[in-house]
């Protein structure tokens, strides 16, 4: 094998090669995944699950006990963090430090979406005291509004005040608070500011706290994971306005969801296929894009099937990129490489020629404090992947086709890479082992119910081609297929010898050498399935010559 494989052979081949199935008898794989400590518990598998329905569907995925929904609406700097700082500390006013709390950051608006019964707001605003503030930096004024109109308004609050308490009554059937954090005269400098002890009283005598089982992660729920412009208009200006549907369908192992929105202009219509892992805090998506008007579409450009935001919000922490080098036919092929993301870095990757694991591979991670995004791009031609950083922490994770500038005629469909992400925390090892039992029983092909063996391929192209010319003709293969049952092989390979121009300048031709090949591959292919063997022949899909 060249090392010019499409992405869905190297899902096969890397898979099954590192999690060690390849010495076992085949009745020995098993046709699921157990459920042991490789596994997330319920509660991190359903966070992924949560962020792809609030993403796709506007909604998240209905689990017991849901969490009031808090909406950031704008952080100037760093992000909102869930019972800790933005500084990623322990929520701190002066010696005094709080278990329950929002940490934002000057200038900053968040939306409190309210549950019904709700009859008051309470909370302790005031700096955080952490390394950064060191218990006397930064100000900030604070404000609560109750369906727009604003009930509590702080004076300046300084680095070193004792905590200020903020409560206000919440009529009946209010729909939502505004906290925000507004800098003062000396700018946002240290302007660290925590809501803490932020929560909701209820009539029934309830208290609900604002950050109990939020989504404090990676993963940011605040966009749509994907981008284009259209029309030199941006999708993220274009989808909140186009009307969007959505079907859901849940089975035993899966969520799918089916999200289209159609412009109503010119009728094309962006569909996104969902589908959510349950148990393995994964989901994966591939998006769609037809024109169902009568008139050509205006230029699409730049689609990027995965357009977002990642919430490394400390710039004291390091973020990384973690990945294995593609195939270069020498000592740096699956080099395994870690490239740091502080604060303003950027980073990007791509395969060469058109292959997609030439030079680069379409699987790698961002790390993160204890947690791991492992991403992978199904896409058998060429792709790209950026990674950049912004001073205040936050980054942006993109990938998709390198360069995209069409229009689509009537009637016309295009499709994206497919994009598959998985969240976990703790130990590196453990998620990668979690990733490869997701590629083993949900992306490996299956044969009675169980993912298939390695095939033991005999293929002598870089040896045979050149020195053996008789090799690469019919009569050759057909000799070459008798040896390989006799050395014990179960399929024979033939790579880039069977078109006119040879490689790599012939590669594209669909059609075998006329003189070698008189009576096409046919001759061939009977001979080895008379020998009980499997055929593999090799072609790039993504060039016609």
Known sequence: ???????????????????????????????????????????????????????????????????????????????????????????????????????????????????????????????????????????????????????????????????????????????????????????????????????LRLDDGTVRWL??????????????????????????????????????????????????????????????????????????????????????????DDIQALDMALRTGNSKRAAAVRRILGDSCGERSFLDVTTPLAPGDSFRMTPSGGRSSNGEFPFFDVGYGDETLITAVGWSGQWAVSAARTAPGVSRLRAGMERTHLLLHPGESIRTPRILLMLGRGDVQTIHNRFRRLMLFHYVPQSKGRPVQVPVALQCFDRYSWTVPEWATEQGQIAAAGFAHDAGFDTLWLDAAWFPGGFPNGVGNWFPKPAEFPNGLKPVSDAIHANGMRFILWFEPERVR
Not at 215 to 229: H, N, R, S, W
Not at 241 to 256: I, K, L, M, Y
């Open 1 to 199: 094998m060249r090392g010019f494989c499409t992405l869905s052979a190297t899902f096969a081949i890397l898979v099954l090669y590192q999690s060690g199935v390849k010495a076992m008898e085949y009745e020995a794989i098993p046709t699921d995944a157990p459920q042991d400590s490789v596994m997330p518990d319920a509660a991190a598998a359903n966070q992924v699950m949560n962020w792809a329905g609030l993403v796709f569907t506007g909604q998240p995925a209905p689990t017991a006990g849901e969490p009031v929904r808090v909406e950031v609406r704008r952080q100037d700097y760093n992000v909102l963090r869930f019972g800790q700082s933005c500084m990623e500390t322990p929520i701190r006013i002066g010696a005094r430090e709080f278990a329950h709390g929002l940490g934002t950051h000057a200038n900053s608006e968040i939306a409190v979406h309210l549950p019904s019964g709700v009859t008051r707001f309470e909370a302790f605003a005031v700096i955080d005291n952490n390394d950064d503030t060191q218990g006397k930096r930064g100000s900030a004024a604070f404000s609560v509004e109750v369906d727009g109109t604003e009930a509590v308004r702080t004076p300046t609050l300084n680095g070193g005040d004792e905590p200020y308490h903020v409560a206000c009554d919440v009529p009946a059937g209010a729909k939502s608070l505004v906290l925000r954090v507004d800098t003062t005269d000396d700018g946002p400098g240290f302007d660290q500011a925590d809501w803490a002890d932020a929560c």
């Open 211 to 300: 950050d109990a089982d939020q989504m404090d992660c990676l993963l940011d729920p605040g966009a749509i994971p994907f981008a284009f412009t259209y029309g030199q208009r941006a999708s993220a200006d274009l989808l909140n306005g186009w009307p969007r549907e959505c079907a859901t369908t849940e089975g035993t192992d899966t969520v799918e969801h089916t999200v289209r929105w159609i412009d109503p202009e010119t009728s094309l219509a962006v569909t996104a296929e969902v589908r959510v892992f349950k148990r393995y805090g994964a989901v994966e998506w591939l998006l769609y894009f037809e024109n169902q008007g009568d008139k050509d579409s205006p230029v699409l």
